[in-house]
Structure formats: structure tokens, C-alpha cells
């Protein structure tokens, strides 16, 4: 509760000092991961267990829990390389492997549009392996 509050009043206090001022707004996550969300038209919100953070571009949804600091910038995060979170719960592991394989296997859709992370076009057993080396190796 105490780490809820402590993010709200940075919310808060964040968006109230003009952080309209900046481009983006960064979430960097308990695994090293940051994922980053446009500041135009930027509202948060909390559903349950999660942070929802909504832009004129799209919806962001994190896992409370696995934020550890949020700041603003001018700085764009190189969008070439993938963040490997493809269900978006705030962790790289086997929930990511399923889901790719689930969307590999055409069972889920790629809802994310990040499933394809070695860039050839297909979402494969290629992509399923580039995934499982990448966890290996962290």
C-alpha cells in the first residue's frame, strides 16, 4: 500500500510540476525493462492490480507491483529493439514463451504487434526460439 501511494503522489506531483513539457513518459520495471508511453494526451489510471496509462496512440497496462520509478524525457527509446514483455505483465519468462507460441500456433492474435522479434515478417518457431535463448542468457 505504502509503494502505491508513494507512486500516486509521484503521479501527481509529476504531472502538476509540467511534465506536459516532455515527450514521453518512461516506466522502468522490477526485470530492467522500460517501457515507455507517449505524453500526448496522457491519462493514468489504476485498475486493480495494474497501471493504465492511456495516449492519444494507445493503452499501456502494467503490473503495479513490478513498477519501480517513472520519469518523463524528451529522449525516444530506440523502438527497434523489442521488449521481449509480449503479454505485457511487467516480467520476461515462460508466460511470454506460451503466449508467443500460442500466437505462432494462430491460436491468440498478435494484439501487441511485438510478437515478431527477430523481424522477418512471420511470427514462427524462429521468433519462439529467439525468445527462449534471450532468457536463457539474461
Known amino acids: 500500500m505504502k509503494k502505491f501511494l508513494s507512486f500516486m503522489m509521484a503521479c501527481i506531483v509529476a504531472l502538476s510540476l509540467g511534465a506536459d513539457t516532455f515527450s514521453y513518459l518512461n516506466f522502468t520495471l522490477s526485470d530492467g525493462i522500460t517501457k515507455q508511453v507517449s505524453t500526448d494526451g496522457l491519462t493514468i489510471t489504476y485498475a486493480g492490480s495494474n497501471v493504465v496509462a492511456t495516449t492519444s496512440t494507445g493503452t499501456t497496462t502494467l503490473a503495479k507491483a513490478n513498477v519501480t520509478s517513472m520519469y518523463f524525457t524528451n529522449t525516444k527509446i530506440d523502438v527497434t ?15 511470454d514463451v506460451a503466449y508467443l507460441i500460442d500466437v505462432a500456433l494462430g491460436g491468440s492474435k498478435d494484439i501487441y504487434g511485438e510478437c515478431d522479434l527477430n523481424g522477418d515478417g512471420y511470427v514462427d ?3 519462439v526460439s529467439f525468445l527462449i535463448n534471450y532468457i536463457l542468457q539474461r
Open 125 to 127: 518457431v524462429a521468433d
Open 81 to 95: 529493439t523489442p521488449s521481449f514483455d509480449l503479454n505485457h505483465d511487467g516480467y520476461v519468462d515462460v508466460a
